[in-house]
Every structure is written in C-alpha cells, then in structure tokens.
C-alpha cells in the first residue's frame, strides 16, 4: 500500500528530525490509518511531500490546496520511504514540536531514495495520487492511501521510460517504482495472490529496451529465463502494451543457439495453440509487435497469444482484471494438458533411470510424485527411505531453512546437491569459515580504501533470480547468530513470492552500487553441521527457525563399502527436473492436531522446549501436508502420529541443552505421557520411577523417535548433570 503525507512549511523542523531518527510521529492513531484499508504497517511506502507550492500562472490562491482537484497544479519534493516496523505506541519523547508536543503513535521507516521534484497538474497522472495529497493537507497532514493502480502504472512506464533511459540507470526513481510498488501492487491482486510470483525489470543494470511485468507459476517457470508465464510486455517505442502467454528465451537460446532456439519456440507454439485451442475475444494469435530485435523480437516469436492495448487507450483497471483473469485460466488449461501429456515413470524393478529431457513437458518439469522423486535417487545411487525424503521434502515445504545434522561422511552433503538437481535449483556450496563474524562474510563490503565492492561468500547468488539452493557447510564453526543475522531477522518476512524479507547488510550494499545486488526470489538454505570440540553451540534464537535433521549410519548393513554416486544420472543437459510439490498452507487446522500441540504446549511450559506461535503453526502445517503421503509412512499404524515423532523431534528437542534443571527433566516425562496417554499422567516420584516410565516408553512401540532421545537426554542429565541434544 502507498501512503502519501503532505509535510506543511510549519513542520518543516520536524521532518529533518524524523530523518535522522527515521521515525514519524503523529497525536492521534487514526492519523495513520484508512476506514477501508487499515493501518500502516511494515512492507508499505509512505510518500512524503514537502515544500508545496502552486504551480498555475497568476498568483497563488489564497486557499490552495483547498479548490477543488481538477483547477490546481502543484509541486514540490517527494521523499519515498519504506514502513520498516509496524504502526506502534511510544510515550518517550523523540522529537518536540514547536509548542512542545509530544507524538506517541508512531512508525519506524526508512528513504529508499533522494528527494525527487515531482508536479501534479489536472488531468495527469493519477487523480487518486492528487487528491490523497488535497485531503493530506485539509486534513492536518493525515498519511491517506491510494490503492494500487495497473492502469496508472502502465501509463507512468509508457510515459516516464523514454526519457529515464537518457539518465543514470542506478536508483532512479522510475526502476524502483516498477521494481516495488508494482510488483507489492499486482502481487496483492486476488488473482496474483498467494498462488503467483510477480516479478519486473526495467533493465539488469542499464536500461532494457522492453520493460516486462512476469506473472509465473514457479511449477511451470522456475525463472523468466525458462517455462512458460504470463506477462506484460511494454513495445519499445513505448506505443502499445501486450499480456502475453510467453515462453521463457534465454535458457533455450544458451543450449541451442538462437536461430534453432527460434525454430524450437515455433515448434512448441503451434503445440501449445492445439492444446488450448481457438481462443475467446480479446486474445490475439496475430504476432506481438514488440520490437525489431534483441530480446524483444525473442519475446515476440515465443508469443503463444495475447492482448494488445494502445497507449493512448487503456482500459480502466476492471477490465485490465478480466483479461488478467481469462490469460491466467488459459495458462492453467495450458499446464494442465502439458502434465497430462508427460510419460508415466519407469516401473523397472531394477535402480531405473532418472527421468530425461524426452520424457519432460515443454516446461522441463515432471509432475512430482514421491515414488518419481525416489526413483531419481535410486538412479544417482544415494540410500534414502521414502519416510526420510518425506521428511526431508515437508521440512523445506514449511520453511526455507532446514539443518542435517550428524557425522562427516553420511551424506549431508551429497544430499543438499541431489535435492537441487532433482528440482533443477541452481546449487551453491559454501564452505563457512571460523573466521566469520558478520554478514559482511556472505555479502561482501565496501573497501573503504578504493570504495569498490568486495565480493562475499554469496556472490554467485545474487546476480540472477529464479530458485537456487544454498548449502552452508559446516555452518557451525563460527556463530551463526553473528554471520547469519540477516537471514535470521529476514526469515519470516518474505512476500509476493519473496522467500525472504529485507536483508539490512545487502540494502547497504546497493546504496553505494551501480549495479544492484538480490537474493534469489526463491532461495533455499541447507546448513550442515556436525558437533566436536571445535564448533559453536546453536543459540534457541537459531534453532526456532530451523528444522533439524539428523543423519547416521543406524546399522552395520547400511555401510556403503563399494560404489560413488552416479552423478551422470542428473545431468542438466539431459536430466527433466521434477516439479516442486503443488502444496499450499490450508486455512484449516485438523482439531486432533490443535488439540496435540496445545497439550504438548502445557506439558513443556516453563522448560527450555516451550514454543510459541512460529513452532506451533509450522509443526500444524508440517503434520497437515504429511497425511497426503501416507504412503511414505506405511510402516506405522498411524501416519499421524509418525510426523508428530519427526516433528518433536526436529523442533522441540534440539532445545534442550546445558546443566541439568529439574524442570527440564520433568518437563520430557510429561511431553511422553501426554504422547503416549496410556503412561498415565502422574508426575513420577523418583529417578527409578523415571527410569521404568521411558522402559514402558520404548516397550510400547510409539513414537520411537522422541522416546530414543528423551531416554538419551534423561540418562545423560542422570549421569553427567549436563546434556546435549547432539
């Protein structure tokens, strides 16, 4: 959401203030709220507007703003800010007014660029954009929203574009409009929302011929580069608009060559238009004339339909949405019949081959299943039980951050580059150094000697988008709390297909750059870690984000003693990734699973293992998804109760570590007795009492897992008044 404030002459001083303390201020709560569209809140811009003036021959009006929209012009400075923290209340004082007063209602933000002259004249631009800026000012500098126009955005790059490519392409004003706000605004669009990643570009560090807004299922395009995707392309003479259903170009032009990549696209059009078949007014299959050459010639022969709008006659933003909302529901007809066209696996009883380029839909995706997704690692040659890729798969669906954890040499490794092969993720593997002490290590910093830019750990991730797995090796041998800081506070914060919020040590970054920098849109981190005297121990801030996954040889017969992986078997050049699994959150939470975890809640309140809203929702989400591969659990009675066994296991437990408490130890019984109600519900009156509790534990059968590393934890607190998880 955008806000516009108008700064009057007399709050001048206080403006300076708030830019130093990056705080503004307001006396009452509403100033900073909508009836219809709620509060600020983190995520939104807020458009300060200072040093108004009128713009009109003649004198000034003695009451401007306050004449009606359509018979003024105004101008002054514009200042874009991003809200970095929620609306909040503070009766501290940061800054006085003239007469003293004090502004308790708060929020926190931050200027995305330098102050730009902006003029608002009738009949230009958009008319909600001046008359938030009329009813700001007449209504003693209230913050007042202007919903998301793609209408007004179109018209604003058609208008803007021609003469931004005559000026600096680094932070100009234009490129972080398309870049954020229309990207924030379209993602929030009901058919964009929560299904969709909506990405645009301007230009990767010059200015672009043809600006794009991509709509994509990241199922079907892991990247622009690749797959098919819906997308607003603008001409190059900045003439007309195109919403296309396009094929990605780049990666088929570096593997072929452009003139057979060409043909290729041509051949793959004429597939698709069978497929769809004839299409409903206003789709086109006339050529999209968006440009003579370049890129924007490859975006138009790879045009399987579209709709074309003059500049001069945009419609209004309903029926921009009906034709956003017929070009999606033919994309999904679209991949729908690409899924039904693809091969069924292999059924050889012996290690099959992995899927191959042949056998792939024209997005270069198989339709996930568990038992495809097993075959592959049968092919590579990598052990893993259809419970454990289970287990494995769930921990990244729920969050983007997983830990392996266990001794060198089983595969921890190995398996992070087999996960992104089997999903056709870029892969990068960083080896952490004990020397690490800041996210200056992963990022890089300016040398304050020449003023260059030193590159990271991360630097091979942050110049292209699209999905990419991180594997952080050894992630433990410096303080993850200190190199990692940003991905911790970033963790719960992506939006609009963003894996991740904003990262503070990359935003510095770009501010000295001219070329900026970014996370992949869709980013995955694998940390591995094994325990010895020479590692950090992981702080409770580290472990309630992450999801542990322990790795052991657990008997002698599961001893590789001869053979190496065949990594052959997953070549890009021929290897068919498969789908990342279709799986979004449900509203719904099972009432067996709320009910578990709130009297897993009670049992561990007061202990080192008690969990707030973060673990609960993720342990729900994490048991939900679970029971739809029920064939994975086949050797439990209830599937159910194996994912809470994994999950306890992986989200609760690792936090019990150090001196022994009593509390501690009391706090494990009981989360056993409330998992295996037939243990009774009494708290045991000594060691030996404990002590026959855990034998009837492991006698019944239940929950091995968390009963395995209660009675470790149990007898290592017994015997040594210390323990570890690990």
């Known amino acids: 959401m955008d806000w516009y404030i108008v700064v009057p002459k007399s709050a001048e001083s206080n403006f300076r203030l708030a830019r130093e303390h990056n705080t503004w201020g307001a006396k009452e709560r509403q100033q900073f709220s909508h009836p219809e569209w709620g509060e600020i809140q983190k995520g939104d811009r807020v458009h300060f507007l200072t040093d108004l003036q009128w713009a009109g021959d003649g004198p000034q009006p003695r009451e401007y703003p306050r004449l009606p929209a359509d018979r003024y012009a105004v101008r002054g400075r514009e200042w874009v800010s991003e809200v970095v923290d929620d609306l909040y209340e503070d009766q501290r004082m940061i800054w006085e007014g003239p007469q003293g007063e004090r502004y308790p209602y708060r929020f926190r933000f931050r200027l995305l660029q330098d102050p730009v002259q902006v003029t608002l004249r009738p009949g230009e631009g958009r008319e909600a954009v001046r008359e938030a800026v009329r009813l700001s000012h007449n209504q003693n500098s209230r913050a007042l929203p202007v919903p998301f126009s793609l209408r007004e955005a179109l018209s604003r790059i058609l208008r803007e574009f021609p003469q931004a490519r005559r000026e600096p392409f680094s932070r100009h004003p234009l490129g972080e409009f398309v870049r954020r706000q229309v990207v924030d605004g379209l993602s929030d669009w009901p058919c964009c929302r929560h299904r969709y990643v909506v990405q645009a570009s301007v230009g990767q560090g010059n200015w672009g011929t043809v600006p794009w807004i991509a709509i994509r299922d990241p199922k079907l395009a892991p990247s622009v580069r690749e797959g098919v995707y819906v997308v607003y392309l603008l001409a190059e003479d900045m003439s007309r608009v195109y919403l296309c259903l396009d094929q990605g170009v780049s990666r088929l032009q570096e593997e072929l060559g452009r003139p057979t990549a060409h043909g290729e696209l041509a051949r793959r059009t004429q597939r698709f238009r069978e497929q769809l078949g004839d299409p409903p007014p206003p789709i086109s299959w006339e050529e999209a004339m968006v440009a003579e050459s370049g890129l924007g010639r490859d975006y138009a022969v790879a045009a399987i339909e579209h709709i074309a709008y003059e500049r001069d006659h945009l419609p209004e933003d309903p029926v921009l949405l009906r034709h956003l909302e017929l070009m999606l529901a033919r994309y999904q007809k679209l991949a729908e019949a690409e899924a039904l066209a693809a091969k069924p696996p292999s059924q050889s009883s012996e290690a099959p081959a992995a899927p191959r380029l042949e056998e792939a839909s024209a997005f270069y995706r198989q339709p996930f299943t568990l038992s495809r997704a097993l075959e592959v690692f049968q092919a590579v040659g990598y052990q893993i039980s259809p419970e454990d890729l289970a287990h494995v798969l769930l921990a990244l669906m729920v969050r983007p951050f997983i830990i392996f954890s266990g001794p060198s040499g089983t595969g921890k490794t190995s398996l992070s580059r087999l996960l992104a092969a089997l999903f056709g993720w870029r892969f990068l593997r960083v080896a952490t150094s004990p020397a690490w002490s800041d996210p200056s290590d992963l990022f890089g910093f300016i040398s304050p000697i020449n003023g260059e830019h030193v590159e990271g750990a991360l630097h091979p991730l942050l110049s292209e988008s699209g999905a990419a797995l991180l594997c952080l090796d050894e992630f433990n041998v410096a303080k993850v709390e200190h190199y990692f800081a940003d991905f911790l506070s970033a963790m719960d914060h992506g939006s609009g297909g963003q894996f991740w919020g904003e990262m503070a040590t990359l935003d510095r970054l770009n501010a000295r750059r001219a070329a900026r920098l970014a996370l992949p849109s869709e980013l995955v981190v694998v940390a591995t870690m ?55 959150p449900s509203e719904e939470v099972d009432p067996a699973v709320r009910e578990q975890l709130g009297l897993m809640w009670s049992a561990l309140q007061a202990s080192r293992g008690q969990f707030g809203h973060r673990v609960a929702q993720e342990v729900a989400r994490y048991v939900s998804w679970g029971l739809r591969w029920e064939e994975a659990f086949g050797q439990t009675p209830d599937p159910k109760e194996a994912l809470f066994d994994q999950a306890v296991v992986a989200r609760i437990l690792p936090k019990f570590h150090g001196t022994a408490q009593q509390r501690d130890i009391d706090a494990l019984i009981r989360l056993l007795q409330v998992l295996i109600p037939e243990l009774g519900d009494g708290a045991p009156a000594g060691a030996a009492e404990r002590q026959r509790l855990l034998e009837e534990a492991k006698n019944s059968g239940r929950y091995p897992r968390t009963v395995k590393k209660i009675e470790a934890l149990h007898t290592r607190f017994a015997e040594d008044g210390y323990a570890s998880f690990w």
């Open 530 to 584: 094994n325990f010895d005297d020479s590692v950090q121990s992981l702080t409770p801030r580290v472990l309630d984000r992450a999801h542990v996954l322990e790795f052991s040889v657990r008997a002698a017969e599961e001893l590789l003693l001869t053979g190496e992986l065949r990594w052959e078997a997953v070549d890009p050049e021929a290897f068919a990734p498969l789908s990342w699994p279709p799986w979004t």
